[in-house]
């Protein structure tokens, strides 16, 4: 296709040059130039054709003085681009005293001046050295004033001076012209002075942007409302803060696990495992189940069953069969609690397992084994050794093997499991 454009085009110009030819043989004009008795008369063709070749030798003379500067400045700036390329690699490999080094050096060049600055800025404050990286910021201001603004917010904050970077950015965050970078430091920022409403705001700008992505994004949202929650004085603060939540908010795993932890410590259990039981028909969360086990002993009989039922579509959650465990630890149910907690040790060893077998044994008086668990326990958060339990205290015939499950679509097809 690419061809036939090429001869078309060829074609235009062979015509166009047929016709302009012959109406500029019909008269080809006529120039007269005359100066201080000297005159030359020639063609409107030649005169042009003479203009150009003039304009040509003078553009030729002029690059060829211009050369030796030229070279210099070239050597400079492929100089200074490699020292950037340098500076980079270093900070990314953790070398930050060669990284601001290098970046300092390519700084010097005018077009990359704000980018090395700001790198090095960045090396400086990991280095340790904040008082170097907050000179680099000034200077950095001059050609990046909003990313420059950001990094200082974020030095501050490594700094331990939290307040001072809510206070740089909340100008910006007030008029709505912060960068996606400067709500994410406004966020951590105002989490870490308490202040909670400020950083929720943070979240609706940050998710616009897109900017942290989906995981990344759900983290930071997680964090926030988990701590706004857990800072409500009393019972009536706390649902006051949870029916002004938007309803996206109210389904993070996060913010239901802190509000009915939040809930269960104020008195108001029947709320929390509401909410929780709720979320888990939407969407099964092991957070959520774990959390579902720990809100107080109201109801612990029925929250049993219910979560015994759950088992049907979930045999091989080791958080629910850890949930399971610890209720029946609490009603004294102490054979439905070994075989519960000992397939979740099977399923996924964890020192949470440990503990609540430790305590299955001590409720049933046996000191011997409840230690045994207990430093388990210990040695699983400190990846020490592991001491198994005796053959003869395990439950008898336990099948400690994974459930095949079959999962159907809403149309009835078989899905395959990951």
Known sequence: MTLWRWILLLVIVAALAAFGWHWVAEDPGYVLVQLRGWQAETSVIAAVVVLLVAWGVLTALWRLVRWPFGALS??????????????????????????ERD??????????????????????????????????????????????????????????????????????????????????????????????????????????????????YV??????????????????????????????????????????????????????????????????????????????????DARLRRAETWLDTHPNDASLLLTLGRMCVRLKLWGKAHQYLERSLALKPSAAVWEALGDAYAGQSDADLAQLCYRNALAFGRDGLITPLPQESRASRLDTRPVAVEERSEHGVPRLRE
């Open 219 to 300: 983290a930071l949202e997680g964090q926030v409302l988990a701590a706004s929650l857990k800072a409500a004085p009393d019972g009536a603060a706390l649902n006051q803060l949870w029916s002004q939540l938007p309803k996206a908010q109210r389904r993070a795993p996060a913010a239901i696990d802190a509000y009915a932890r939040a809930a269960a410590g104020f008195g108001m259990a029947l709320p929390a495992m509401d909410e929780v039981e709720s979320a888990l028909r939407r969407e099964w969360s092991p957070q959520l189940i774990e959390t579902y086990g720990v809100l107080g002993d109201d109801n612990l």
């Open 103 to 216: 970046l300092n050096r390519a700084s010097r060049m005018d077009s990359l001046r704000g980018p090395a600055l700001l790198a090095s800025a960045e090396a400086a404050s990991r280095r340790g050295e904040q008082g170097r990286a907050l000179e680099a910021l000034s200077e950095a201001s001059q050609s990046a004033p909003r990313a420059a603004r950001v990094l200082r917010a974020r030095v501050l904050r490594r700094d331990g001076k939290a307040a001072e970077a809510v206070a740089l950015l909340a100008p910006e965050a007030d008029a709505g012209t912060l960068s996606p970078g400067g709500w994410r430091e406004l966020a951590i920022a105002a989490l870490a002075t308490g202040d909670h409403r400020r950083a929720r705001e943070a979240l609706e700008p940050l998710q616009k942007s897109g900017a942290l992505g989906t995981r990344g």
């Open 74 to 99: 070239r050597r400079h700036r492929r100089i200074s681009h490699q020292r950037l390329g340098d500076g980079l690699v270093a900070l990314m490999e953790g070398r930050h005293g060669d990284a």
